[in-house]
T-cell receptor
Framework: DGGITQSPKYLFRKEGQNVTLSCEQN?????MYWYRQDPGQGLRLIYY???????QKGDIAEGYSVSREKKESFPLTVTSAQKNPTAFYLC?????????????FGPGTRLTVL | DQQVKQNSPSLSVQEGRISILNCDYT??????FLWYKKYPAEGPTFLIS?????DKNEDGRFTVFLNKSAKHLSLHIVPSQPGDSAVYFC?????????FGTGTRLKVLA
């Protein structure tokens, strides 16, 4: 079954710690994306990658970092520099970074900073 | 600056009636638009899309209308069903990115 997996579903971290969220896809998609969703807000783009070993900042990249060493994987690290990290994080992919393709989303990871 | 806007945060509709969800955008260069449906604690799922060369696209109970001169699109769901209750996001896709609106929570009343 093809799809996007995110793990874990729920994640707790202490203030000041870095944490890495996993995102894996077996859809053979070139482009991958990270969003965060806060209550009452839409999806805000953190980082995106249209090809392996390349990625671009989205609208709210500060305090986050990513890597794209493999086509299938696009992990997101939430660093201690992120001032308000508690949120629902969504990973997505699309066939190419072309504008006429829809994105497919993973189930999300809810991060809570204690 | 919100480039994609959904001005109605919520909408309630009776089962069997039409649901109309609206979305406005500011950039006339946007040429591809999508609607997603999202349940709580899940990722959004793609519903329907439209490119700017069309003004209407249908898929079963879902129809999207695009008015380029007004920079406005709408999603019609007919007939509405209780299972349609969710948050609906519109999105515009310029140059490989996707810009999402803030969402409209639809509640279909049985």
């Amino acid at each position: 079954d093809g799809g996007i997996t995110q793990s874990p579903k729920y994640l707790f971290r202490k203030e000041g710690q870095n944490v890495t969220l996993s995102c894996e896809q077996n859809l053979n998609h070139d482009a991958m994306y990270w969003y965060r969703q806060d209550p009452g807000q839409g999806l805000r783009l953190i980082y995106y990658s249209q090809i392996v070993n390349d990625f671009q900042k989205g609208d709210i990249a500060e305090g986050y970092s990513v890597s794209r060493e493999k086509k299938e994987s696009f992990p997101l690290t939430v660093t201690s520099a992120q001032k308000n990290p508690t949120a629902f994080y969504l990973c997505a992919s699309s066939i190419q970074g072309h504008r006429y393709n829809e994105q497919f989303f993973g189930p999300g990871t809810r991060l809570t900073v204690l | 600056d919100q480039q994609v806007k959904q001005n109605s945060p919520s909408l309630s509709v009776q089962e069997g009636r039409i649901s109309i969800l609206n979305c406005d955008y500011t950039n006339s260069m946007f040429d591809y638009f999508l609607w997603y449906k999202k349940y709580p604690a899940e990722g959004p799922t793609f519903l329907i899309s439209i490119s700017s060369i069309k003004d209407k696209n249908e898929d079963g109970r879902f129809t999207v209308f695009l008015n380029k001169s007004a920079k406005h699109l709408s999603l019609h769901i007919v007939p509405s069903q209780p299972g349609d209750s969710a948050v609906y996001f519109c999105a515009a896709s310029p140059k490989g990115k996707y810009i999402f609106g803030t969402g409209t929570r639809l509640k279909v009343l049985a």
